[in-house]
């Protein structure tokens, strides 16, 4: 093997190397821009597209020249292409299976168990701001909730309107969500859950009605941004109504 080839190959190597760290970095650093606040959203999701489709590169890159650097015997280059690999396969393992959820999903950011008249929020309207989705109910959003999540319905329970609302209360706070307001006279408990990534803020409802059986509970969970919210809203409403019934 010639010298001047062998510089490429350590070339190569060295770029793979480098790039396979920089996707790493990318998609710790998109998230927690903007959470801070140094990033807008679609600033943080290029540079989590970008950290995705340079991982993809380098790992597929990185795997033809393991082949290379095998067939000649380059050990130590072959040893760092394969921690390029590694570094590359990180951004994908966090991807990938978020697009899968995604496509398995409706493109919807509004659950309610009311379909026909939601939950209202009152106290955390402010915090949403003139940028976040608004709150009307579409029809054409109501049917794919009603097609992909059936099991979504109304808590009937034998607890009076005050027992309701609070153990409502309780049940939010045990879920990790943060009770923002709580009011007895209107039968109404608002929450904010905060996601893990990239610290999105989806508002949570829940409006007790008393009735001469006890009471009615409907819940309603929105996402403030984005068009899909990869079925967050619904597991978490699904799961306040299992712990609440539990």
């Given at each position: 093997?010639?010298?001047?080839?062998?510089?490429?190959?350590r070339w190569w190597t060295r770029l793979l190397l480098i790039c396979g760290i920089i996707s790493v970095v990318l998609l710790i650093s998109a998230?927690?821009?903007?959470?801070?606040g140094v990033t807008g959203l679609g600033p943080a999701f290029g540079s989590l597209a970008l950290a995705v489709l340079g991982a993809a590169i380098v790992l597929v890159v990185s795997f033809v020249m393991v082949i290379v650097t095998t067939r000649k015997g380059l050990v130590d280059n072959r040893q760092q292409l394969?921690?390029?690999a590694l570094f590359s396969l990180l951004p994908l393992l966090a991807?990938?299976?978020?697009?899968?959820?995604?496509s398995s999903v409706p493109p919807i950011h509004d659950i309610s168990t009311d379909l026909q008249e939601p939950p209202t929020f009152d106290a955390v309207l402010a915090a949403r701001g003139e940028f976040s989705n608004d709150l009307n109910l579409e029809p054409a959003e109501a049917q794919q909730q009603q097609d992909a999540y059936p099991d979504v319905l109304p808590v009937t329970s034998d607890l009076s309107m005050e027992d309701a609302i609070s153990r409502s209360g309780a049940v939010l706070e045990q879920m990790g969500l943060e009770v923002i307001n709580v009011d007895v006279e209107s039968g109404r408990v608002e929450a904010v859950a905060t996601?893990?990534?990239?610290?999105f803020k989806d508002d949570f409802v829940v409006r007790v009605r008393g009735n001469s059986e006890g009471s009615r509970i409907d819940a309603r969970s929105v996402s403030r941004v984005g068009q899909s919210d990869l079925g967050a809203n619904a597991e978490r409403v699904t799961s306040f109504i299992a712990i609440f019934n539990s």
């Open positions: 093997m010639g010298q001047l080839e062998m510089e490429e190959i998230p927690l821009g903007y959470r801070t394969v921690i390029a991807a990938v299976p978020q697009y899968f959820k995604a996601t893990f990534w990239f610290g």
